[in-house]
């Protein structure tokens, strides 16, 4: 039986790819997040107030460029 991959080491193999594909993991996290969110009785989804500015270090790049490789990967 396989084991249970913990965060920590998600978290360390996470380390170990490229900013752009951390980036394309965090928006993949945030999105299955958002699904769950909506979708499970009793959690309500927090005001985008919130969270605005949250990310300001993280965006470097062309967003024209990131959503397009967003959507590259989605139709795989």
Same mark, same amino acid.
């Given at each position: 039986?396989? &084991?249970?991959?913990?965060?920590?080491?998600?978290?360390?193999? &996470?380390?170990?790819?490229?900013? $752009?594909?951390?980036?394309?993991?965090? $928006?993949?996290?945030?999105?299955?997040?958002?699904?769950? $969110?909506?979708?499970?009785? *009793?959690? $309500? &989804? &927090?005001?985008?107030?919130?969270?605005? *500015?949250? *990310?300001?270090?993280?965006w470097t790049g062309d967003a024209t460029q990131y959503v397009?490789?967003?959507?590259?990967?989605?139709s795989l």
């Amino acid at each position: 039986m396989p &084991a249970t991959p913990t965060l920590e080491k998600i978290s360390k193999l &996470a380390e170990q790819l490229p900013p $752009t594909e951390q980036r394309q993991l965090i $928006t993949r996290l945030v999105i299955n997040i958002n699904r769950q $969110t909506r979708s499970s009785p *009793g959690i $309500t &989804a &927090a005001a985008p107030d919130k969270y605005y *500015g949250t *990310g300001k270090n993280l965006w470097t790049g062309d967003a024209t460029q990131y959503v397009r490789t967003l959507r590259e990967d989605r139709s795989l």
